[in-house]
Nanobody, 121 residues
């Protein structure tokens, strides 16, 4: 059973920093892209950033220059360093990964359980 487990959310003041971590566990063959999405109350889930298996990074415009995504392929982890946080960054943040469970299997999208990030003004 493949699982994505997140950690690192919390409450921070405007301008502060938080670091989110996500680890993939269970039995699987390989991981393609890994990334982070977020969902604020009353809004749709949106992409924050993702990183390919080769290390190519992509960011949503609203986090450029503030957030940094990093990945450790040996540990099957992806982190999101969030700096200069704003109240509008308040949301539940979800880890996402495309994972191949086994040989001759397709890649499937897996989600973490979500971690709350709250930025106070």
């Amino acid at each position: 059973q493949v699982q994505l487990v997140e950690s690192g959310g919390g409450l921070v003041q405007t301008g502060g920093s938080l670091r989110l971590s996500c680890a993939a566990s269970g039995r699987f063959l390989s991981i393609d892209s890994m990334g982070w999405y977020r969902q604020a109350p009353g809004k749709q889930r949106e992409l924050v950033a993702f990183v390919s298996s080769s290390g190519i990074r992509n960011y949503a415009d609203f986090v450029l220059g503030r957030f940094t995504i990093s990945r450790d392929n040996d540990k099957n982890t992806v982190d999101l360093q969030m700096n200069s946080l704003k109240p509008e960054d308040t949301a539940v943040y979800y880890c996402n990964a495309r994972i191949q469970p086994g040989l001759r299997s397709l890649y499937y999208v897996y989600w973490g359980q979500g971690t709350q990030v709250t930025v106070s003004s």
